[in-house]
């Protein structure tokens, strides 16, 4: 079953989680680590568990791990070994369910559904840190990427999160790689979502119409979308999805802000799209949140119109 529906049939809309990295970065945790937020994992991961809570306080049906940079090949350059650094990668998933499940205990909205917890499954590029993951092309075959995603991905899964978030994929090619991965597990679904680098492409340069037909078929894919990607953009990249997929289209862009990976830090203004959710709605949106520099405000606010 796909756990979307209960919140479908329910509400306006599925809301996802805001931004996480940029959110501890708010908050005076240095995230300026190859290791970008996965860092916390090792020293301060209850900063991590505020962050989920106050998203669960804001609304979020779908919260997502502190998963996204998190590899062995990372953590074990940090001098970890291998038992260890896979310990550490399903801790992401056990924090983000015992964060939930404690919220849930004291939850006293009547008409809410339990939230679910989603295990993020970055790109390559973010292990790289180099920012290729709003970039594409690393330059890799596919039996590296298969051997990059596969033990991180058996990892998350035996954690047990609710589902997959497979997120900024930046090219079709590391789409095919990671969801011919996920037919390992074929209990787990996941929602795939791509880095676009305008109102047509992917970040590597791939039509977003060829992504979402070719990603129709498979079926544990239960959602397709965008995210960390211009809200400028995300209009017409919603209407190409609607007409490209008969699954429930993602979009959980960023503030507009743009990422400089040498001082891994955002520059420019960043602003609340909440108001623009209704438009992308309107438009066949069905799972709306935010990504890098939107925050728990952002998602209340989602959060209250979806379930006016």
């Given amino acids: 079953m796909n756990p979307f529906l209960p919140f479908l049939d329910q509400q306006r809309a599925c809301v996802i989680d805001g931004g996480f990295g940029s959110e501890l970065a708010h908050r005076g945790h240095d995230l300026s680590d190859p290791l970008w937020s996965a860092a916390l994992l090792l020293h301060t991961p209850k900063a991590i568990a505020s962050v989920h809570r106050d998203y669960l306080e804001a609304g979020a049906d779908v919260i997502i791990t502190a998963s996204y940079q998190a590899s062995l090949e990372g953590f074990m350059a940090r001098g970890l070994n291998a038992k260890e650094a896979g310990e550490l990668i399903q801790s992401s998933v056990f924090l983000a369910k015992r964060t939930r499940d404690a919220f849930w205990e004291t939850c006293t909205e009547s008409k809410r559904l339990k939230p679910l917890v989603a295990a993020s499954i970055g790109p390559y590029g973010a292990y790289l840190a180099d920012g290729s993951e709003y970039r594409g092309g690393y330059g890799v075959s596919d039996e590296t990427l298969r051997h990059f995603h596969r033990e991180r991905m058996r990892l998350l899964v035996g954690a047990g999160p609710d589902i997959l978030a497979i997120e900024t994929i930046p090219s079709l090619q590391e789409a095919k790689v990671i969801v011919e991965v996920l037919q390992d597990f074929p209990h787990m679904g996941a929602w795939v979502s791509f880095s676009a680098k305008d109102g047509a ?21 239960l959602a397709i979308g965008i995210n960390c990607t211009a809200p400028e953009h995300i209009s017409a990249l919603t209407q190409t999805l609607k007409e490209s997929t008969t699954k429930p289209i993602i979009l959980y862009p960023n503030s507009g802000a743009q990422y400089d990976a040498l001082s891994k830090t955002w520059q420019g203004p960043a602003s609340s799209h909440a108001h623009l959710a209704r438009s992308w709605h309107a438009l066949g949106a069905r799972l709306i949140g935010g990504c890098c520099q939107t925050t728990p405000k952002d998602i209340a606010e989602l959060s209250a119109w979806t379930r006016d």
């Avoid at 039509?207 to 079926?219: E, G, H, V, Y």
Wanted: glycine share 4%; net charge neutral.
């Fill in 201 to 221: 492409h992917t970040c590597s340069g791939e039509r977003i119409q060829a992504c979402a037909q070719w990603l129709d078929s498979k079926p544990q894919v």
